[in-house]
């Protein structure tokens, strides 16, 4: 049986040696007292915006009330289509058109046992002079009829909705809207 293995004089010194590093830089960090890096402690331009790394500020580190405007976004504080909002006229008519529907029971289960679904639709259509900006549609039962497509129509003046029914027994309602305003053009 072989003796004990004893580690060689530079494998020792090799140890030490990692010792004292990983435990140097750890007791300066844990012997600091907490805020006792200032202003005061650093020297000018020691601290500079091309030496913080990107990201690693948060709202906290900046005092907000020392920033002022960005000299080459000089519109950002007057853009240009902010200054038509105040001219323009405001949307001082909103309609909303609600058009039920209905989709029928779906066909019987086939000899595997798979349930088929029905699919029917039904559309939301503005008066004249008004355009659909959105829409939606609301099912009357939730656990056998689902939403399979909800859209504007091409033309902008209508909301179309799509609803399936996998309930074999009886046929579901839905609700198509379209929330409608005055537009002289779509787009």
Known sequence: MRGRLRPSPAMVVAFIALFVAISGSSYAVTRLPTNSVGPKQLKKNAVTGAKVKNRSLTAADIKVSSLAG??????????????????????????????PGGVAPAPPPDPAGNQGTTIGGGTATCPAGLFAIGGGVGVDDNVNTSVVDSFPDPSGHAWTARVDNSDAGSAHGFTVVAVCVPATAAG
């Open 70 to 99: 960005v000299a080459s976004a000089a519109t950002a504080t007057n853009a240009a289509n902010a200054t038509h909002a105040t001219t323009a006229a405001g949307i001082d008519k909103v309609i909303y058109v609600k058009t």
